[in-house]
């Protein structure tokens, strides 16, 4: 098995998106790809790069400049039994969309008893740590994850990447699928383009451990690895989740996994306040409460939004306060 | 059937330098026409440094105004202390023209919300530059609504690029413009270009000017590389919205002759013909070739205003420089007037962090 991988070409994130786009639209005539600067220029970051010159301007538009437009374009192409999969630029220019994303797109099948859906998925990159400019380093998966009828994804490694979003396509409910920046180019890793698909309902665990239990998704997770590499090196033997489907959540790995460990630490980089990281602790308190061997802790980013670059270092969590959170947790008496 | 309303074109230069209608009467000032040029060398020596920064490494990505330097320094000659100006990204020119200072441009984009905090009284009502496409619209008539309530003479400018009046935004500002008759100038920068998307993609009317008709006022368009032109029409809109005659919208029809912004490649996706064509349209050169046939501008006075701009804009660059680091707690000071208690102590989790990532480079 590794020498076939070896003989595999290395693919990031990015690359991952681009190539499951490319094995979307051949399998499926249906799939659209939308937005601005997806066609000519293949998008800003080049995740739709080639899809134009492979199947055309019908199936790769270059839309106005309009994120509320896409949106509300995409409801009604999907309505029609189109597979819309759409490229809102950045996920600071998402609000515009919102509109139709909550009050459309996510109920439209509950609406009409199941007539009508909305089979779309809302491709944006998200996070910070790209020196990026004001409004492109936004991390709101919870503002999506809180709308009943939406379904919200993160990939954090190429594979993953390839694999969710290809399921997010074939997915017969809208989805929200959010790419790391940070990891567009990070870490590339030989992937199969076999079209195999990954479930969108389940965690991955990407490290098993007894001590203590890492939960994290998209960029962070990079961060929590690397926290977890020192905690062995102290001797600490962690346990490392990446949640991937932000919603609807795998809860039953996650309880699983603290009733196993005891202890458990939460990574995002979305401020603090109402995160999905909230949800995840009050769900496992409800679950396995007397199995916790110390509160949870979660290490976010501040309730601020992302600063301009000079100081979004500080913004995004390291593996250093991860690790801090740890000793916290298993110091605890 | 056609879809063309026939809206006024003004154009006073042509890409030669060559009068081609009659000047307003302030067209002999000569003082006015000079600084106009000077301004606009100013603007374009300072942008390409900060290319040439973005380029080394030493501010983040940068949003170019090569090429459209007559349609921000027009107008910045003509606000008003008391005016408002709410801008797009690419207004570097007004906002040097506002009393910006450049260090303050190079801090904004080099990652520095001090970038922000404007210092010269008289851009202290204006608004930070907007990066979401089009928002700015409704902020403009926002700012000019509160200024019909008290019933002031003053006036405000918000600009846009072609791509931007595709959105819902834009739309509905001009909608409430005309609606209630606001004291705002809509200038639209149409560079032909939305990032890699071509004007004709955005819309298909064949004037964006037009779009003002449809909310009930005057659109027209203008030729945005005749700064002259450009100042024209400028002075009348605003001198008619602080007389409260209502909105007006202008078309200014330039190029974007740099890429989009430094993380763009713009030879992806258009023809190196129709940039060269476009570099004979420029503004610079237009009103340069002009003040020179009138003997009010020589090679003498070219080098020493370079010179001059080249001064300036290093002065600048060594203040930008030598501005350092906001301290840490600056994130937190201003997302609420008084952290709330609630929100429980995030400055000192904030201090932790500080402290173990310089713990960390202590043992590299
Ligand atoms: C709401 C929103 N969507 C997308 C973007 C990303 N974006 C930045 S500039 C730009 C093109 C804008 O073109 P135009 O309005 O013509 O202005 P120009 O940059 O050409 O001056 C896009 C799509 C954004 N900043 N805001």
Known sequence: ?333 | MSNRIELPYTRFLDPEGRLVGELPAWGDDFNLLTDLYRRMVLTRLFDQKAVALQRTGRIGTYAPTLGQEAIGVAIGSLLRDDDVLVPYYRDTAVQLMRGVRMEEILLYWGGDERGSDFQDPRSKEDFPICVPIATQSLHACGVATAIKIRGQHRAVVTTCGDGATSKGDFLEALNVAGAWQLPVVFVVNNNQWAISVPRRIQSGAPTLAQKAIGAGFHGEQVDGNDVLAVYDRVQWALDRARHGKGPVLLECISYRLGDHTTADDATRYRDADEVKAAWQEEPIKRLQAFLAASEAWDEGREQALIADCQRQVQAAVDNFENAGTQPVEAVLDHVYARWPAALGDQREMLMERVARREEGRGHE
């Open chain 1, 1 to 333: 098995m590794s020498n076939l991988n070896d003989t595999l070409e290395k693919r990031a994130l990015l690359e991952a998106v681009n190539l499951a786009l490319h094995r979307a639209m051949q399998e499926d005539e249906n799939v659209v790809v939308l937005g601005e600067d997806v066609g000519v220029n293949g998008g800003v970051f080049r995740a739709t790069l080639g899809l134009r010159d492979r199947f055309g301007f019908k199936r790769v538009i270059d839309t106005p400049l309009a994120e509320t437009m896409i949106a509300g374009l995409a409801v009604g192409m999907a309505a029609q039994g189109l597979k819309p999969v759409m490229e809102i630029q950045f996920l600071g220019f998402i609000y515009a969309a919102m509109e139709h994303l909550v009050s459309h797109a996510s109920r439209i099948r509950c609406r009409t008893r199941g007539r009508l859906s909305c089979p779309m998925v809302l491709r944006s990159p998200m996070g910070a740590g790209i020196r990026a400019p004001e409004h492109h380093s936004e991390s709101t998966e919870a503002l999506f994850a809180h709308i009943p009828g939406l379904r919200v994804v993160i990939p954090s490694s190429p594979a993953r990447a390839y694999g969710l979003l290809l399921s997010a396509i074939d997915d017969p409910d809208p989805v929200i699928f959010l790419e790391p920046t940070r990891l567009y180019r990070m870490n590339p890793q030989p992937i199969i383009d076999d079209g195999r698909r990954l479930p969108l309902d389940t965690c991955f665990t990407l490290r098993e451990g007894s001590d203590i239990t890492l939960i994290s998704w998209g960029a962070s997770v990079h961060e929590t690895l690397q926290a977890a590499r020192m905690l062995e090196e102290r001797g600490v033997s962690a346990e490392v989740i990446d949640v991937a489907s932000i919603k609807p959540l795998d809860l039953d790995t996650l309880e699983a996994s603290v009733r196993k460990t005891g202890r458990c630490v939460i990574v995002h980089e979305a401020p603090r306040s109402c995160g999905v990281g909230a949800e995840i602790a009050a769900s496992l308190y409800e679950r396995a409460l007397l199995d916790l061997q110390a509160p949870i802790q979660r290490v976010t980013a501040p309730d601020i939004p992302p600063p301009l670059y000079r100081l979004e270092q500080l913004y995004i969590p390291s593996p250093e306060d991860v690790l801090a959170a740890c000793e916290l947790v298993l110091n605890y008496a």
